[in-house]
């Protein structure tokens, strides 16, 4: 199992033959990720590393069977929204849109597009996805061999605000010799697709993964929402989080997006409260997050 | 920046009919005296800053007179707000109000939508009318449904005769944060007047920073959201962020605890810089600065942030550290921190965290050309704790004393005579000092810097274009770094960070 990704997946690769794109494509290759198509207008015929080009996602579509499970779209932030709704009306029903920088109302257009087509996207500005053993989507880890060095299979799921912080939840958690299902970076902005209640319901849902880490951060509602699906008893496995951003001050953002406290709300103490009293543990300190893991791991009586 | 004043909203929803108070911007006595001549009195003075609870600290005036109107711009216009001076005054009509509405246009992260808060209730701050407040959620393309405004006035105790202007007022709220892509619009109070007309009293109004650059009209210079008009150091930070593309740098100073030691804050990642910033944070300093260079930056785009950083007066130290396990390669950010290090001859502690790939060569460049400073640099790797290293951190600035010292940059002389082998690059020079070039230095040269040079009569030149070598800093850095390890410092490369070198 894992969530979101792998290894039968049939990936699209939107803006596969500019600079980012041919480098990710190369690395979501090398990790195992079964990359199907790629798209750019008007450089349909070519090849990026084995992997065909068309000119349209619908060409790609009809070319390769008709079923295109999900696309990562590397093209610049500006052209996001045309390329995410292409996809959406071309009947792809799950986006990666890894550029940051994408305006907000746009991924409020592409978020409108996605409901109506019955479709679900992560990002903007996400590192990606990865599921250990079975694939990767977006640029988690860098090269692949440092991915599949710092990450193995096993039951933990992480779900992190911060992409960089993606990756180091996942290394100091397997330094503790435990592995994962999938480590999701749901994107640094303020409108995203898949936010970190929508994974946590994923990861309630997947059997491989038996214990939550997440990765919050100042800003915005995503851990109270989760705390009140826990609350509501949708959400059952056991969760340890972190809240970054404890020093952080109200009016002044800290690099992403959705990391600004506006009008007293998304506050550290809120959150932290939030999901403490909704039975999640909670560490003051980012060191302290893999032995919580453990200790969580043992008491439910998981190997990991 | 990408927060309006209260007067360029207002500008704004005046533009599309929304009716505002009569007056104008002053910015200084003569001209507040003027507005008020023009509009009547009495008037109302409020100082234009990006803060609630003006009233609060005495940044509104009510004032009747002439002379009070001078007397107040004066005290007004010499006021500050945090750190930062107040420069310019509102000068308004005082209106006659009957009911105080309240309308806000925001982004919500839940439904993805835009929200409208309205109250249409009255009563004095949006708190009090927590209870009356609607909550609609409008859909981005078909925009706000003004009959479902209609059929809200018509419950509310509102009179009819305003129904028409407040859908209006309503209406333009939404049209000007759907045109200029606003993070929010807010208009409180909306009011009535006991004349019969509808204004808004009040317009605080934030810009999405990602879609600034379709908005050029607006003017804005620093698309960033700060809390305060950005300082000369930020705008300078910011200019290099717009002069070079390569990776992200953002750089914000932060009002500090006077009674803490105050130190220089380099991060790498929005998450891990925010988890390192609470770290440094509980081991009892008080952050100067917010600088993330991330994103897989330029070498010079690094350096060019530490040097920032460091033109900071009274720091103790340095504290780097992002999120640890850093997909891009490390070796990037040492050469750009050394080099700056090397140039202000660092004599404050510096404690940097490297981890991710290529962590062991990125440490052992940082410490290797730092051996000779003032003071201590030392690299950590993924496996050292933000906290860990927080309290490594303290024990060095314990160590080196209280004072903090007064840096300055210094050039090698062989730059400054003019006299030494050179070509240009993106902002900035490349000088090699051939004087000093024996066969070793020449071999050096043209070992460290690959392609980009030969040699010719025993000594390294360009190898390629000044076209093609313009923006190569990332290698030249490295290359005048590893020319300076190995003891034969020939190479300079010379970057300007406009406002700060000149």
């Not at chain 1, 590397?74 to 305006?103: C, M, N, Q, S, T």
């Not at chain 2, 007047?193 to 379709?214: K, Q, S």
């Not at chain 2, 490390?330 to 981890?355: N, T």
Request: charged fraction near 25%; proline fraction near 4%.
């Amino acid at each position: 199992m894992a969530i979101i990704i792998d290894e039968t997946k049939r990936v699209l690769v939107q803006g596969i033959t500019g600079r980012e794109g041919q480098a990710r494509t190369r690395l979501m290759k090398e990790f195992g990720t079964n990359l199907i198509a790629g798209c750019t207008p008007k450089k349909g015929g070519q090849e990026v590393h084995g992997v065909p080009v068309f000119n349209t996602v619908k060409e790609a579509m009809e070319a390769t069977g008709g079923k295109l499970d999900i696309s990562t779209v590397f093209v610049p932030a500006r052209l996001v929204k045309y390329a995410a709704i292409e996809a959406i009306e071309a009947g792809v029903k799950l986006l990666v849109l890894v550029p940051d920088r994408v305006p907000v109302w746009d991924a409020m257009e592409i978020a409108a597009a996605a409901k109506a087509n019955d479709a679900s996207f992560v990002g903007p500005n996400t590192l990606g996805i990865l599921s250990p053993g079975k694939g990767v989507l977006g640029m988690i880890g860098g090269r692949a061999a440092s991915a599949q060095q710092w990450f193995k299979q096993g039951s933990v799921g992480i779900v992190s605000r911060s992409g960089g912080m993606t990756s180091s939840c996942g290394y100091y958690i397997g330094q503790q010799g435990i592995g994962l299902s999938t480590l999701v970076h749901v994107g640094g902005d303020t409108v995203l697709g898949m936010r970190i209640p929508d994974v946590a319901l994923l990861f309630e849902q997947d059997p491989q993964t038996k214990v939550i880490v997440v990765f919050g951060e100042i800003g915005g509602s995503q851990e109270e929402q989760l705390a009140e699906l826990m609350q509501q008893g949708k959400v059952t496995k056991p969760i340890v989080a972190y809240i970054g951003g404890a020093a952080a001050k109200e009016g002044t953002r800290f690099s992403h997006a959705g990391a600004i406290i506006e009008g007293g709300r998304g506050t550290h103490a809120g959150k932290v409260e939030a999901l403490t009293k909704a039975g999640a543990t909670v560490v003051k300190g980012f060191g302290e997050l893999p032995e919580a893991t453990r200790k969580i791991l043992d008491k439910i009586g998981v190997a990991a | 920046m990408a927060r309006l004043h209260e007067y360029q909203g207002k500008e704004l929803l005046a533009a599309v009919g929304i009716e505002t108070p009569r007056g104008g911007v002053a910015r200084s006595a003569d001209e507040a005296q003027a507005i008020a001549a023009t509009i009547g009195l009495p008037v109302v003075m409020k100082i234009q800053a990006w803060m609630t609870g003006r009233k609060k600290i005495g940044g509104v005036a009510f004032v009747e007179t002439a002379d009070g109107v001078r007397a107040e711009a004066d005290k007004l216009l010499t006021m500050t707000v945090g750190n930062f001076p107040v420069t310019e005054i509102l000068v308004e009509e005082m209106l006659p109000i009957d009911e105080e509405l309240f309308v806000s246009l925001s982004i919500d992260d839940a439904s993805r939508q835009p929200v409208m808060l309205l109250a249409l209730e009255g009563g004095s701050g949006i708190e009090d009318r927590a209870a009356s407040v609607h909550r609609l959620s409008i859909d981005v393309k078909a925009g706000v449904d003004s009959q479902h405004i209609r059929l809200l006035l018509a419950e509310s105790k509102l009179d009819a005769a305003f129904h028409d202007k407040i859908v209006a007022a309503v209406e333009g709220v939404w049209t000007i944060a759907r045109k200029n892509e606003a993070r929010s619009v807010e208009v409180n109070p909306l009011v009535t007047t006991t004349d019969g007309r509808v204004i808004a009293a009040d317009c605080r109004m934030t810009i999405d920073d990602y879609a600034v650059f379709r908005h050029p009209e607006l003017g804005i210079d620093i698309a960033r959201e700060l809390d305060h008009p950005p300082t000369e150091l930020e705008r300078i930070a910011y200019s290099i962020e717009q002069d070079d593309h390569r990776g992200t740098f953002y750089f914000a100073q932060l009002p500090v605890d006077p009674d803490k030691p105050k130190i220089g804050f380099h991060g790498a990642g929005g998450g891990g810089s925010m988890m390192s910033m609470d770290a440094i944070s509980n081991a009892g300093f008080a952050i100067a600065n917010f600088t993330d260079t991330s994103g897989n930056p330029s070498v010079a785009k690094v350096y060019r942030a530490a040097r920032i950083i460091l033109s900071q007066d009274g720091l103790v130290g340095y504290f780097g550290s992002g999120s640890g396990v850093a997909s891009q390669e490390q070796y990037h950010s040492a050469y750009g921190l050394a080099k700056a290090f090397i140039e202000m001859d660092l004599a404050i502690p510096a404690v940097i965290r490297l981890g991710g790939n290529s962590e062991d060569r990125a440490v052992e460049i940082l410490q290797d050309c730092c051996e000779n400073l003032p003071a201590t640099v030392e690299g950590y790797r993924k496996d050292d704790t933000p906290s860990a290293i927080a309290e490594r951190f303290k024990q060095l600035v314990n160590e080196a004393g209280a004072a903090a010292p007064i840096m300055a940059r210094s050039v090698p002389a062989f730059a400054v005579k003019g006299e030494a082998y050179s070509f240009p690059i993106l902002g900035g020079r490349v000088f090699i000092d051939h004087e000093h070039c024996d066969a070793q230095a020449t071999a050096m040269v043209t070992k460290f810097g690959g392609e980009l040079f030969k040699e010719e009569n025993g000594k390294p030149v360009l190898a390629v274009s000044e076209e093609d070598v313009a923006k190569k800093d990332s290698d030249l850095i490295a290359c005048e770094m590893e020319c300076y390890r190995a003891g034969k410092p020939v190479v300079f490369v010379d970057l300007l960070i406009p406002g700060l070198d000149d």
